[in-house]
């Protein structure tokens, strides 16, 4: 009776030892958090607006100086076409002389502008930069069609040279030394199409200068042909935006380029 108890006890014993499953320990567990797509698509949407910000500012820069330039019209041209310069009257240190100047006024965009003033300057000693406006002539105002040029006369009647041991009792004795004279024209421009963010400007067109020698028994005296150089402010805004669009390229492409290399 004893050998079947025995027998069962051990076939227990051997069941419950098999059927055993170890528990590992806590470390070996990895612990994932649960799959959030919400979250995940607002990562990603999170994402895409800050591409589209910095794309758009970094496009924000070259957009602004491009549209400020395509606004700034061109400055009127101004060249002279001939100049002549007639003695009128000779004393011991003065020569009065008059100057005739014919010159073209030009227009290089395709509205027209309208000149609210326009007048011409006599300037001596070097123009407007290293001289002084001795007499002025004020034109009538007037419009002035697109991609037009406009051909204009200014006379000064008594321009003054001081002159040095080279003429006396009215008579020019010898060649003088000779004299600068430049013409500056400063026509007040306002444009006809919408311009931002100035309507109008002064511009400055300053002239080559001329050297004026007078002569024995010359009373004319031919000056010629001259270029000239316009100034505004619309010209100065339209060279700053123009340096500020070409340094902004030149670093967003230096920056590019250690981008890519450290890729």
Not at 3 to 18: D, E, F, R
Not at 228 to 233: A, E, I, K, L, Y
Request: glycine share 6%.
């Amino acid at each position: 009776m004893s050998q079947p108890t025995a027998t069962a006890a051990a076939a227990s014993s051997s069941t419950s030892t098999a059927t055993a499953i170890p528990i590992p320990a806590a470390d070996g567990y990895k612990i994932h958090k649960p799959y959030n797509a919400k979250a995940q698509a607002r990562d990603c949407c999170n994402c895409i607006f800050f591409l589209i910000f910095a794309l758009a500012l970094a496009c924000a820069v070259p957009a602004v100086t491009r549209a400020l330039i395509y606004l700034q019209p061109g400055l009127p041209a101004v060249a002279v076409i001939s100049s002549t310069v007639t003695v009128r009257n000779v004393s011991d240190s003065l020569i009065t002389a008059s100057w005739d100047v014919t010159f073209t006024l030009s227009n290089p965009n395709d509205r027209g502008f309208f000149y609210e003033r326009l007048v011409a300057y006599a300037a001596g000693g070097g123009g407007a930069s290293g001289g002084h406006r001795i007499a002025n002539v004020t034109l009538p105002p007037f419009r002035q069609a697109g991609r037009a040029a406009a051909t204009l006369s200014a006379s000064f009647p008594a321009l003054k040279f001081v002159v040095n041991d080279c003429a006396a009792n009215r008579t020019i004795l010898r060649p003088c030394a000779p004299a600068p004279l430049s013409l500056l024209v400063e026509p007040a421009a306002v444009y006809e199409r919408w311009t931002w963010p100035w309507k109008g400007d002064v511009v400055v067109a300053e002239c080559d200068v001329k050297e004026v020698a007078f002569r024995p028994r010359v009373t004319k005296l031919e000056l010629g042909p001259a270029s000239c150089r316009s100034d505004g402010r619309w010209r100065r805004l339209e060279v700053k935006c123009r340096t500020i669009f070409w340094n902004y390229v030149y670093v967003a492409g230096m920056c590019l380029a250690i981008l890519a290399f450290s890729l």
